[in-house]
C-alpha cells in the first residue's frame, strides 16, 4: 500500500515536477552495497512542500571549500539523500528512525518536518531554507546532452571542481541576479579528479567564470539514459518525458 501511495505521489510530480538533478542531484557517491543490510538508513526520504532546487545552476561561485549556487524556490514534493544531510542531529534521527527494514513514507523522516518548519541547523544556524532534490524541468533537463566529465580522460577539457548541493543550507538573496533563482544555497565543491561529474550542453565548465552544481559520473548511466540505482519516482518522469507512442513488444 505504501508503494500504491508513493507511485500516485511520483505521477502527480509530473504536473509541477523537476530536478535534477541536481540530483540534482546525488552529491557524493554513495555506498549502493547498503542495500544488503535490513537495518542501515534508507538511501533516500521523500518530502513535500518548499526547498531550494540547485539543479543546472551553471555559475557557482567557490568560497574556500564551498561554493554559492544560485538556486529556484521550489513547492512540491522532493527528496532528500540521507548521507548528505547537514544537520546533524536531524541526521541521526532520521538515519534511525527511516532504515531499509522499516522505511519511512513520505513526510515521515525527521529531516521533512525540519525543512518544512525552518528547524534545519549548520554551525548553529537555522536556516528557512535547504537545497534537495526534485524533478521540476526534469524533461527539458534531459534535453542538455549530458556529458561524462572526467580529467582522467585524454584531452579532458572543463572545470577541475564542481559543485554538490544536496542537503546544503540556503539563504534568501534580496537583490539576485535572476529573479528566476532568489536563494544563495551554500554548496559543497568536489574535485573532478577525485570524483568525475556529469556536464551539461556537451560542456564541462561553468558560465561567468563559476562552476556547475551536478553530480558524480557514478549516478548516471549514459547508455540507457536512466539511474544506475533505485530512484523514487524516476519510472513515472521517464515515461511522462517521452514521446507519447507504443513500446515494441519482446520477441515471442
Known amino acids: 500500500m505504501r508503494f500504491k501511495f508513493l507511485a500516485i505521489t511520483c505521477i502527480t510530480w509530473i504536473a509541477m515536477s523537476y530536478s535534477l538533478i541536481c540530483l540534482a542531484e546525488v552529491g557524493k557517491k554513495t555506498d549502493r552495497s547498503t542495500h544488503n543490510f535490513p537495518n542501515a538508513p534508507q538511501e533516500f526520504v521523500v518530502?513535500?512542500?518548499?526547498?531550494?532546487?540547485?539543479?543546472a545552476s551553471p555559475d557557482c561561485k567557490m568560497n574556500g571549500d564551498m561554493a554559492d549556487?544560485?538556486?529556484l524556490r521550489v513547492n512540491e514534493t522532493h527528496i532528500v539523500l540521507t548521507t548528505e544531510i547537514q544537520d546533524t542531529a536531524v541526521k541521526r534521527m532520521t538515519e534511525?528512525?527511516?532504515t531499509n527494514v522499516h522505511p519511512c513514507d513520505i513526510d515521515q523522516a525527521p529531516v521533512c518536518e525540519a525543512i518544512k518548519y525552518g528547524q534545519y541547523e549548520v554551525d548553529n544556524v537555522k536556516y528557512d531554507w535547504v537545497s534537495t532534490y526534485s524533478y521540476r524541468g526534469w524533461c527539458s533537463l534531459l534535453k542538455l546532452k549530458f556529458t561524462a566529465c572526467d580529467p582522467r580522460a585524454p584531452d579532458y577539457t572543463g572545470d577541475s571542481y564542481w559543485a554538490v548541493c544536496d542537503a546544503a543550507p540556503c539563504t534568501e538573496n534580496q537583490n539576485p541576479s535572476d529573479l528566476n533563482r532568489?536563494?544563495?544555497?551554500?554548496?559543497?565543491?568536489?574535485?573532478?579528479?577525485?570524483?568525475?561529474?556529469?556536464?551539461?550542453?556537451?560542456s564541462c565548465t561553468g558560465v561567468?567564470?563559476?562552476i556547475m552544481s551536478s553530480f558524480p559520473l557514478s549516478a548516471w548511466d549514459f547508455q540507457n539514459n536512466t539511474y544506475p540505482f533505485p530512484?523514487?519516482?524516476y519510472e513515472y518522469v521517464q515515461g511522462a518525458c517521452a514521446p507519447l507512442g507504443s513500446d515494441p513488444l519482446p520477441p515471442r
Open 47 to 55: 518530502c513535500t512542500g518548499w526547498h531550494a532546487l540547485c539543479s
Open 69 to 71: 549556487c544560485d538556486c
Open 96 to 98: 534511525v528512525k527511516c
Open 182 to 202: 532568489p536563494l544563495s544555497c551554500q554548496c559543497r565543491v568536489v574535485k573532478a579528479k577525485d570524483t568525475p561529474f556529469v556536464g551539461m550542453n556537451d
Open 208 to 210: 561567468n567564470g563559476g
Open 231 to 233: 530512484m523514487p519516482g
